[in-house]
């Protein structure tokens, strides 16, 4: 049973859920209770051999609330 990250296109809520099984409809935002989320692409829990730990990791992209303008 895995965790998928979750991004919420209402308030930008950014969170993990455990889902289990592929075909189960995508949970609510628990920010806004939007059902308008997406799941995204996680970052790695195994870093390769000779990997840098350092700054310049992933970045989530900056996101606008909806209907923000």
Excluded: W
């Excluded at 995204?40 to 209907?67: D, W, Y």
Aim: net charge positive; hydrophobic share 30%.
């Amino acid at each position: 049973m895995p965790i998928y990250e979750f991004l919420c296109e209402n308030c930008c809520c950014q969170f993990e859920e455990l889902v289990l099984t592929p075909t189960d409809p995508p949970p609510k935002c628990p920010g806004c209770q939007s059902e308008a989320v997406k799941k995204i692409m996680s970052a790695g829990a195994i870093r390769p051999k000779g990997i840098a730990t350092g700054a310049g990791g992933f970045k989530a992209p900056a996101c606008k609330p909806a209907g923000g303008g």
